[in-house]
């Protein structure tokens, strides 16, 4: 087992863990294998390294919309640890395809 610790910056802890810590609740039972710990801004998190590297990915996600956005409810949480929310925040990016060319094989010869 092993540890990780991190540290809520420029961040109201009530705002990010939810009312009742509603976030927290959620972000507990999404990583039922790591026991997390909050105590005001700090959270503790333990388990195995594999599901502690998946926690940070996500923690950071959540961060990063924070501060993006200045809110994090039920729904955000969920849809972020869902992997859901990277295209509602940046829809279409990387989907965009450009193909320059003629549609016409210019390496054929029409028989002229």
Do not use: C, W
């Not at 294998?33 to 959540?62: H, N, S």
């Not at 994090?72 to 849809?79: A, G, P, Q």
């Not at 925040?89 to 210019?106: A, E, K, L, Q, R």
């Amino acid at each position: 087992m092993s540890e990780l610790n991190l540290r809520l910056e420029a961040i109201n802890p009530v705002e990010f863990f939810g009312i009742n810590n509603s976030n927290l609740n959620i972000l507990s039972n999404f990583f039922s294998k790591l026991k997390i710990i909050a105590r005001g801004e700090m959270i503790k998190v333990i388990g195995e390294d594999l599901e502690l590297r998946q926690f940070e990915i996500k923690f950071e996600t959540l961060v990063n919309f924070y501060h993006q956005y200045h809110h994090l409810n039920e729904t955000d949480v969920s849809h972020i640890l869902n992997d859901h929310l990277e295209e509602e925040i940046n829809p279409g990016v990387g989907d965009d395809v450009i193909v320059f060319g003629d549609s016409n094989n210019s390496n054929q010869t029409n028989g002229t």
